[in-house]
């Protein structure tokens, strides 16, 4: 081999592009005042395509191979460049590497929530947010659109876009379909299907991008929402509220017993729960036996206890004659019903004073 012949050889160029990144969806390859030679080899891989780029036009586009640039294959570069004389000179190209395979995990949300009218709670306010797949479609249109005379051009750059034309096309969709705000978690598929082939009719023509994939994640409520949503079932799930009230006073009446540090405030607090207790027991007594209870006889009066500054009650006078028999309710417990104008001391009440006559007076102090 000659001399000559090798610093030929040494000429002949290799184009390609390793990617080595996972959100690269074009690339232009690097060449100093574009020029090509004659006999540079292209190597295109699995899931890219390499465009050719000339005084402004799209001039050829190379699907996955291996090609030596020859006038036999550019023949639409060959026009243009209007060799008289074949393809033995250099000739000044662009040459972009676009990539054909998907970009995944791209996030979509809605920044601000969506309102909507909902058959169930009327105007209401939803989030939505999920992920996607971007891949090019078009590399011609991609090109034009969106890369322009940029070097690199990542997923990245148009994720703000794609992210508007989604929560736009989100908004339209749930709007138009009509389905409940408590029904929309069962439709999750069908909806992120619909909202994918909207969102792809809108950037395939336009940006020359397909969207292969597109999921809806979550569809939210508003926190208030929620929680009164989450109190209705917890009520639901409860279901008779009267028994669970029993049990609620007992496992408090408990934990006062079990309280040796509460003192008086605890005593006060398990006699008011005892005698509530005992007055919603014997109205369920009264239930079960058939029919609701009748209501207080005419002239009957309601009491109203203090105990450690809260107020207890109503309890009919038998209730306060069992307290005051059973030593609960002392003449020094202040009470008051109807016609008094303020609370008094049970033993100065003239209904109540006569039964702490006989009523049997509790242990003596050690």
């Given amino acids: 081999m000659g001399l000559l012949d090798k610093l030929r050889g040494e000429l002949v160029d290799i ?65 243009l460049q209007g060799w008289a004389h074949g393809f033995d000179s250099p000739f000044k190209s662009e040459v972009y590497f ?12 809605t920044p601000n929530p969506i309102m909507l009218r909902d058959a169930d709670f009327g105007p209401i306010r939803l989030r939505a947010f999920g992920t996607y797949a971007l891949k090019a479609d078009n590399p ?27 929560a736009t096309a989100f908004a339209d969709m749930v709007a138009q379909s009509k389905i409940a705000a408590l029904d929309l978690a069962a439709n999750y598929q069908s909806l992120s299907e619909r909202l994918r082939q909207l969102v792809r009719d809108r950037v395939d023509d336009e940006y020359g991008l397909d969207v292969p994939q597109l999921f809806i994640v979550n569809i939210s409520l508003p926190e208030a929402v929620e929680k009164a949503l989450d109190t209705r079932t917890s009520m639901a799930v409860i279901g008779d509220m009267g028994r669970f009230q029993q049990y609620q006073m007992g496992q408090a009446m408990t934990a006062a017993a079990e309280n040796p ?98 009523a049997t007076p509790p242990p003596a102090p050690r």
């Fill in 261 to 358: 540090s509460g003192g008086g405030a605890a005593t006060g607090m398990g006699m008011g729960m005892g005698m509530a207790m005992a007055d919603q027991m014997v109205r369920n007594m009264g239930r079960s036996a058939g029919g609701a209870m009748p209501p207080p006889a005419p002239g009957a009066a309601s009491w109203h206890l203090a105990v450690n500054g809260q107020t207890q009650g109503p309890f009919s006078t038998a209730d306060i004659a069992a307290g005051i028999a059973s030593g609960r309710i002392t003449a020094a417990t202040m009470v008051w019903t109807a016609g008094m104008t303020e609370w008094q001391p049970a033993g100065q009440v003239a209904p109540l004073a006569g039964q702490f006559a006989g």
């Fill in 140 to 166: 011609g249109a991609l090109l034009k659109e969106l890369v322009g005379t940029d070097d690199v051009f990542e997923a990245d750059e148009v994720n703000e876009l794609m992210r508007s034309i989604i």
């Fill in 15 to 79: 184009i390609e592009w390793m990617d080595h990144t996972r959100d690269t969806l074009v690339w232009r390859f690097p060449r100093y005042h574009n020029q090509i030679k004659n006999g540079a080899q292209l190597i295109v891989r699995p899931g890219q395509v390499a465009v050719f780029i000339h005084r402004g036009k799209l001039a050829d586009v190379f699907e996955p191979g291996q090609y030596v640039l020859t006038t036999g294959n550019l023949p639409i570069m060959s026009t």
């Fill in 98 to 109: 676009v990539s054909t395979r998907q970009v995944t995990d791209l996030k979509w949300g």
